[in-house]
């Protein structure tokens, strides 16, 4: 809970750095900040990524996602979403022509199966297992439709599962195409795209001009 506690606060101030985008880098467009840490990322795969600098928040899209500045959820890539009484079903719908980074193609329900069944995967041996101990799969209904089946309900899905790291979509065919180079090749279709990376000097980050939001 520690971790995930700090993970909050470190999302709520890349929040408010990104967001002081219009008054500091208005002339230049490029914002750049520097963050003193004891270690470079080794990933940003989200099956993987616990690291400090939650970079995963500006690559990739979550069904749902906190609002700016607030405790409240609102629909991310989802359309709509609804939950049984039991709270052991949600069934979702995307949003129609959401684009993965780098020409990978629109975003499907498939990519929702492979990214959260990936993480429950033992042989993923995934840091975020526990994230999603009590899913038993996900079922594609159709182009933009699925159904999240839990074996019993779990009270953090829509808390720090769903919003947060774990719940990341990755790109199917990327993943399948780039293999373990996606840890640091990452394909997700947030606001930012993922342009360079040298290893203990910088990272950037390039404005995604198709993003859906």
């Given amino acids: 809970m520690k971790i ?7 999302t709520l101030a890349l929040i408010l ?12 467009d490029v914002l750049k900040t520097r963050i003193r ?35 409240k959820l609102i629909n991310d890539a989802a359309e709509k979403l609804e939950i049984n009484e039991e709270g052991t079903v949600v069934t979702f719908k995307l949003k129609e022509g959401i684009q993965f980074h780098k020409g990978y193609g629109e975003m ?5 199966k492979f990214s959260f069944e990936r993480i429950i995967d033992p042989d993923e041996n995934s840091e975020y297992a526990s994230d999603w101990k009590t899913l038993d799969r996900v079922e594609v209904t159709g182009k933009y439709t699925g159904k999240i089946i839990l074996k019993k309900a779990f009270a953090p899905l829509f808390i720090t599962t769903l919003p947060f790291t774990p719940g990341s979509i990755i790109s199917k065919k990327a993943y399948e195409e780039l293999g373990k180079k996606f840890a640091t090749k990452p394909v997700g279709s947030g606001p930012y795209y993922w342009q360079e990376w040298k290893p203990e000097q910088k990272i ?4 995604f001009d198709e993003y859906f939001d």
């Avoid at 750095?17 to 208005?26: I, K, N």
């Avoid at 499907?108 to 929702?112: G, K, L, M, N």
């Avoid at 950037?204 to 404005?207: I, N, Q, T």
């Fill in 17 to 28: 750095v990104f967001a002081s985008m219009a008054v500091c880098g208005a002339d230049e």
């Fill in 204 to 207: 950037v980050l390039e404005k």
């Fill in 108 to 112: 499907t329900a498939e990519d929702v």
């Fill in 37 to 71: 840490l004891g270690q470079d990322i080794t990933t940003v795969d989200p099956a993987h990524a616990v690291s400090e600098y939650d970079i995963d928040l500006l690559l990739y899209s979550r069904l749902v996602r906190y609002k700016e500045g607030s405790s």
């Fill in 4 to 10: 995930k506690k700090m993970m909050m606060v470190i």
